[in-house]
């Protein structure tokens, strides 16, 4: 457009050499020149527009783009805070409800399954020194605390126990006997009848924690008697 505008302004002006300022080409001529240049500016200002209009075209998009963008991580942030939330309470709900079901077995051993165990009939009537006492028939073991293969008793749940024996001793004998609890000695005697065959009973109560356990020990050689009236017995209870 400048360069066309150009090329008419010299030409006006050449012609206009020969015709005086005020015939009517030179009029025309002016009256042109003010058109081109009426026609360049409201080209300029058309550009101008449109570049802006461009312009802000682009930056909209720019904002929209951003703005979806914006809306997409946050809706993504939304939905990971909303997944580990519900893990969260699933897993909170999971450990309470395993919390819950160990109360109750607990109070429900507590209350419905006690520890008690009675066992008879010794394996040797002649022990030996340092020797532990075998009862093979078991009576009662609720808990299955007691080792009938062993003699050993051996604690399930931790708590206060107290346990009793009955030996039967020949007459004119004398057996020693101890109680023992993890090598701690609860109670320790001896039984004697000058005149006849007896039984006679001793009890021991000790603190046992889960595993700890409990036998009879005959720390010297000594004879029993063992029949149909004649128990040997080991017995124990939580209490």
């Known amino acids: 457009m400048f360069t066309v505008f150009t090329i008419l302004s010299a030409i006006i002006t050449i012609a206009s050499a020969s015709e005086p300022q005020c015939s009517r080409f030179h009029y025309e001529e002016q009256t042109l020149l003010k058109m081109l240049k009426l026609e360049m500016f409201v080209q300029k200002m058309k550009d101008e527009l449109e570049s ?36 969260m309470k699933e897993k909170n709900e999971a450990d309470m409800t ?28 002649s022990p030996g020194k340092d020797h532990t006492l075998v009862f093979k028939t078991t009576m009662l073991n609720k808990g299955n605390g007691y080792d009938n293969s062993t003699g050993i ?5 931790s708590g206060t126990y107290l346990f009793t024996i009955q030996l039967c001793v020949p007459v004119n004998t004398s057996p020693w ?5 993890e090598n701690k000695l609860i109670q320790t005697g001896y039984f004697y009848d000058r005149k006849s065959n007896s039984c006679h ?31 040997n017995s080991f017995s124990g209870v939580l209490i």
């Open 201 to 231: 009973t001793a009890d021991g109560i000790t603190i046992l924690q889960a595993e700890e356990r409990v036998w009879i020990n005959i720390p010297y050689p000594s004879k029993l008697k063992q029949g149909s009236e004649y128990w």
């Open 98 to 125: 395993e919390y819950a079901e160990e109360v109750e077995k607990i109070k429900e051993s507590a209350i419905s399954s006690p520890v008690v165990f009675q066992a008879k009939d010794v394996t040797d009537t």
């Open 153 to 157: 008793f051996t604690a399930p749940v």
């Open 52 to 87: 802006t209009q461009q312009k802000v075209l682009d930056k909209l998009q720019d904002l929209d783009r951003d703005k979806t963008q914006f809306k997409l991580e946050l809706e993504a942030d939304m939905g990971n805070i909303k997944t580990e939330f519900n893990e």
């Open 177 to 181: 006997y101890n109680i023992v609890a």
